[in-house]
């Protein structure tokens, strides 16, 4: 794969389709998860064996930037003080989507004397996410 953009990887509010950008983004990191289940026993000679697709899976999405607008800002920060789920879609530089249902489990707002007020936050999924290629 050739080398991609990192300024194009977005992250919308909503759907793909009718989504709203998240304003002001810096950066942007999904991470995809797997936990293991250990079925190890004294048959495996000391050697870890894991049960294969048992483990639950789950998307992260961490991302920062610099605060814009208040639309955006009430939005998150009323998925927060609700505690709801709510639809999220991670666009690729290539133009993939993951679309999914995703909690809000931290925000941030900071501002310095001599700086610019600055936004980071956590999305954690539920359910099945949605793959599309572009």
């Known amino acids: 794969m050739a080398a991609q953009r990192g300024r194009l990887m977005l992250l919308k509010i909503g759907t793909a ?3 709203t950008l998240l304003g002001g983004l810096k950066s942007t990191t999904l991470t995809m998860n797997n936990s293991v289940i250990d ?6 000679l000391g050697w870890r064996e894991l049960l294969e697709d048992g483990s639950l899976k789950f998307f ?3 991302c920062d930037g610099i605060f814009k607008d208040s639309t955006t800002d009430e939005t998150i920060r009323g998925y927060v003080f609700a505690n709801t789920l709510n639809t999220f879609t991670f666009v690729f530089p290539n133009g993939d989507t993951i679309e999914g249902t995703f909690q809000v489990t931290n925000y ?4 310095a004397v001599e700086g610019v007020e600055t936004y980071s936050m956590t999305l954690e999924s539920s359910g099945i996410p949605v793959f599309t290629a572009a």
């Not at 079925?39 to 495996?44: E, G, H």
């Not at 941030?108 to 501002?111: D, L």
């Open 17 to 19: 389709a009718a989504g």
């Open 39 to 44: 079925v190890s026993t004294k048959d495996t």
């Open 60 to 62: 992260s999405i961490a």
């Open 108 to 111: 941030q707002r900071a501002g």
